[in-house]
C-alpha cells in the first residue's frame, strides 16, 4: 500500500500561484510513476500532469501546459505541482495518484493509490 497525502491548496487570485505537495508513504516512493488531477463540480476527474519514476519524463494536459509544473524529490518521498498563472477555471479538488509504471495511458482508473485531496480556488 501507497499513502498520499497533499497539502497546498488554498484561495487565489487570477494570475496567482500555488504550489502542491504530496507526501507519499508505506512503500518505495521511486517504484511508481504520479500523477496529479483534478476534479471541478459537475465534471469529470481529469488528469492535469503525470512524471515517470525517475522525474525524467512529464506530461501535462494542453490547458496548462506553459503553466504548471510537475517535479518529484525521491529522497524526500514527495511529488509536487508548482501552478503558475492560475485562472477561474483551474478551480476544482486536486488530487495526486501514483501507480506502477505504465506510460502512455492517463485514464483514472489506471492509477492505484489516490490522496484525498485539496481544494484549488482561483478568483477572478
Known amino acids: 500500500q501507497v499513502q498520499l497525502v497533499e497539502s497546498g491548496g488554498g484561495l487565489v487570485q487570477a494570475g496567482g500561484s500555488l504550489r502542491l505537495s504530496c507526501a507519499a508513504s508505506g512503500r518505495t516512493f521511486s517504484n511508481y510513476e504520479m500523477g496529479w488531477f483534478r476534479q471541478a463540480p459537475g465534471k469529470e476527474r481529469e488528469l492535469v500532469a503525470a512524471i515517470t519514476r525517475s522525474g525524467g519524463r512529464t506530461y501535462y494536459v494542453d490547458s496548462v501546459k506553459g503553466r504548471f509544473t510537475i517535479s518529484r524529490d525521491n529522497a524526500k518521498n514527495t511529488v509536487y505541482l508548482q501552478m503558475n498563472s492560475l485562472k477561474p477555471e483551474d478551480t476544482a479538488v486536486y488530487y495526486c495518484?501514483?501507480?506502477?509504471?505504465?506510460?502512455?495511458?492517463?485514464?483514472?482508473?489506471?492509477?492505484?493509490?489516490w490522496g484525498q485531496g485539496t481544494q484549488v480556488t482561483v478568483s477572478s
Open positions: 495518484a501514483g501507480r506502477r509504471p505504465a506510460w502512455g495511458t492517463f485514464a483514472p482508473e489506471k492509477y492505484d493509490y
